[in-house]
Structure formats: structure tokens, C-alpha cells
């Protein structure tokens, strides 16, 4: 394994006075990690230095061609003032597939877990501990090659930069109301949906500025092909309660694995609960809604871990969802992987790290 050359700030900035107050992604801690990729010599130079700009060509190739990549995971501190990541190893693994996906060379992912826990212990003072606060890790490569031209690049940068943060939606674990896009699309199976690269965000911003514009917080996607199978929430994966059945949508090439909806999973399962995995119609939900069975629907994602849905619109129906309040499922989830995360509940499963 690398060692990792260590260069410290030498004026630290001043932390947030009122952690209440933090947002989401706006305020970034004293130092950063980098690592180069050249080929011939494959990822070498790992190093936390202070956060800074960084220099590009304006011909680098991830302004062009948008081959990009990243991840969002989180570090928690407990009450005892310990801090926790929560399945590092498969934030790690995930960003592996990909890199596999984008012509990115795979990285060690034993050691990249290692140098984003090295890096978060250097900045462990800037992990907040007010009640619904973290600290928000985002790992990313991209190609740094300065040419243009349509090529897998040959010269790349993998960076891990940190935030402290508060709740993603200003509801916080309050409803939220997603509107059902059926004219735009995400991705279709054979292209990147499953990956977690940037050209999947941008290609959503359409449908989102729109949905902000009627007072939704988000989008729920359907398929590509017919626009009537449910597939994702914009930042998270999506469940819905009917009756005595729990449904996600199946993973065929086209949603995110995301690591809360794996985890989501088998704690429900865990508990003995009827949870399925496969094709749900926004038709099927609709009816399930007129004949009172549709009784939750929550998302899971790293930035809100679990957020409960209160409204879903759907070609002008608006569907009403436990009266616009969390519902126990939800609720008993939030808690429970909350718990795990920040120390206050036994982690019999072993998903946390301790830095």
C-alpha cells in the first residue's frame, strides 16, 4: 500500500460559529486529498494537502467529454465524540463500477477507504456534532488530458474533498412532494444510469428546474423506453408501502446501487418484512393509491438518508401519502440507521468504521 505525503494548512480557517445553520455542500474544511493517474506509471503521488483550486488546461478532457465520476458518503460523530464512516468499502466499490463504465482505471479500494479515513482524522474537528449534522465526503475522478479529442483519457486526477453539513432538504425528515416526469427521460439500460457520474445529473436538471417551478422538491424518473415503469427519485432511490408488501424498483442497468437502499434492504429484511424488488408501473402505484393500499413512500440516499414523500403528482393526479406526514416504516428506518451511524445504537452488522 502507498504511504500518503501529509502537508498541513498553515492558517486554518474558522469553522461555523452556528452548526445549525450549515446547509448542505457550501463550506469545505482545511485540506483535501490528491492522487495522479499517467499511464505508465498508473495512480501514484497520493497526498492531503491544504484545499485549494486546482490548475487545468482549458482543453482538459473532463470539460469536453464529461468523463467523470464520483461519490458521496458521509463521517458521524458519536456522542462520545468518536467519529464513524458508515460502508466506506462500498462507496469504494461502487465508484470502481463506475470507473469500469468510463474507461477509468480502477482504483485500490482498500486504500483509497485508508486515505479518505486519514484525511477525515486530520480534519476531524470540522465534523459537527449539533443533532442532523456530518460531515459530507465527496471522492472524484476526471480526466485531465489536455487535448480535445474522443478518447478514453490517459491522465487523471482522483480528489476527496469534505463539507460539513445539515440537513439536504430544508424539510429535513418532514414529507417532501415529487413530481412524476413523463417527458423527459434519464437513461435507458446499456448507458450509464447505474453509475454515478455527472453527465446523469445534468441530464436530470431540465426536468428538476421544472418540477422546482410547480413547488416540488424533486423528480421521480420512469423508464426510458416506455415512460411507465418507476425507476429513481433525482438523489435517491425510492419505496413504496402497499399493504403487507414493501417494493423498489429491481436494479437492470439503468438506477443507482445505491448503498442506503442496499442497506435499507437488509434491515428490512432483517426484521422479517416482505420487501421485493422489481418493475412497479406508476400505474400500479396509482391504482394502489386509489384503493388505499399505498400506505409510505420514502427515498434512501446518503444526503438525507431517509426522506419520507407527502405528495406524488402524476399527470396533474396529485396522491396524498399518509396524510402528508412519516410514516412508521419510514420513521422506524430513519432511526434505526441514524442510530448505527452516529453510535447511539448497537452496529450488530458491522457497517461502521471508527477513524
Known amino acids: 500500500m502507498q504511504s500518503i505525503r501529509i502537508e498541513k494548512i498553515t492558517t486554518p480557517k474558522q469553522k461555523p460559529a452556528d452548526e445549525s445553520k450549515l446547509g448542505f455542500g457550501k463550506l469545505f474544511t482545511d485540506h483535501m486529498f490528491v492522487m495522479n493517474y499517467d499511464e505508465g506509471q498508473g495512480w501514484h503521488d497520493p497526498r492531503i494537502v491544504p484545499y485549494a483550486p486546482i490548475s487545468l488546461e482549458p482543453s482538459a478532457m473532463c470539460f469536453h467529454y464529461a468523463q467523470e465520476v464520483f461519490e458521496g458518503m458521509k463521517a458521524y460523530r458519536t456522542p462520545e465524540g468518536n467519529i464513524n464512516l458508515f460502508r466506506p468499502e462500498k462507496n469504494m466499490a461502487r465508484l ?46 476526471f480526466a485531465t488530458d489536455p487535448e480535445v479529442g474522443v478518447h ?4 487523471l486526477l482522483f480528489m476527496v474533498i469534505l463539507s460539513p453539513v445539515g440537513a439536504y432538504y430544508p424539510e429535513g425528515l418532514n414529507p417532501v412532494k415529487i413530481y412524476v416526469e413523463t417527458e423527459y427521460v434519464r437513461s435507458v439500460k446499456g448507458g450509464m444510469g447505474y453509475t454515478k457520474a455527472g453527465g446523469n ?22 423508464d426510458g423506453v416506455e415512460k411507465k415503469y418507476i425507476e429513481e427519485v433525482g438523489t435517491m432511490n425510492v419505496f413504496f408501502v402497499l399493504d403487507g408488501e414493501i417494493v423498489t424498483p429491481k436494479l437492470e442497468g439503468s438506477i443507482l446501487p445505491g448503498i442506503t437502499r442496499m442497506t435499507a434492504i437488509e434491515l428490512l429484511k432483517s426484521w422479517g418484512m416482505n420487501i421485493a424488488e422489481r ?8 391504482d394502489a393509491y386509489k384503493s388505499g393500499k399505498l400506505k409510505e413512500i420514502f427515498g434512501t440516499g446518503t444526503a438525507a438518508v431517509i426522506s419520507p414523500v407527502g405528495e406524488l403528482c402524476w399527470k396533474d ?18 432511526d434505526t440507521m441514524t442510530g448505527i451511524q452516529f453510535g447511539t445504537l448497537e452496529d450488530t452488522f458491522g ?5
Open 96 to 141: 470502481n463500477q463506475s470507473n469500469e463504465r468510463l474507461c477509468i482505471p480502477l482504483i485500490d479500494e482498500e486504500f483509497a477507504v485508508e486515505a479518505i479515513r486519514t484525511l477525515v482524522d486530520i480534519d476531524r474537528d470540522w465534523v459537527p456534532s449539533e443533532k442532523d449534522t456530518s460531515l459530507y465526503i465527496r471522492p472524484f475522478i
Open 152 to 155: 478514453p483519457a490517459n491522465h
Open 201 to 222: 445529473y445534468a441530464a436530470s436538471l431540465k426536468a428538476q428546474d421544472e418540477a422546482k417551478k410547480k413547488a416540488y422538491s424533486q423528480v421521480l424518473w420512469l
Open 279 to 286: 418493475r412497479v408501473s406508476i400505474d400500479e402505484i396509482h
Open 317 to 334: 393526479k396529485k396522491m396524498a401519502v399518509n396524510n402528508g406526514k412519516i410514516g412508521v416504516l419510514s420513521q422506524k428506518l430513519y
Open 351 to 355: 457497517w461502521t468504521l471508527k477513524v
